[in-house]
Nanobody
């Protein structure tokens, strides 16, 4: 059974940093592409970042490029999202997910992701 457990969210001021963790069980993160999404109240869930299984290439939504970094620790079977210089518009529940479809053109589509964590709340105050 695949389980994803996010942690690391919190309430911080604008300009601060947080690191989110996604601990996986029931699968090996090195064998799958993994993604981070976020969802603000009243809005659709949106793509944030992904790290591909082969070679570890990474992709980001434009608004977080240069501020967020996705990475993985094979030994800990964990995926991270380092978020720097956070802004109020980054406020959302953040979710990690497993991309078993592997289609590069669909990395921003939630339908490509099969397993989801329960989410961790990130709130950025101005």
């Amino acid at each position: 059974q695949v389980e994803l457990a996010e942690s690391g969210g919190g309430l911080v001021q604008a300009g601060s940093s947080l690191r989110l963790s996604c601990a996986a069980s029931g699968l090996t993160v090195r064998n799958f592409a993994m993604g981070w999404f976020r969802q603000a109240p009243g809005k659709d869930r949106e793509f944030v970042a992904t790290i591909r299984w082969n070679g570890g290439n990474t992709y980001y939504r434009d608004s977080v490029k240069g501020r967020f970094t996705i990475s993985r620790d094979m030994a800990k079977n964990t995926v991270y999202l380092q978020m720097n210089n956070q802004q109020p518009e980054d406020t959302a529940a953040y979710y990690c997910a497993v991309d078993r479809g592997g289609i590069l053109s669909s990395i921003r589509d939630t339908k490509q992701y099969d397993y989801w964590g329960q989410g961790t709340q990130v709130t950025i105050s101005a």
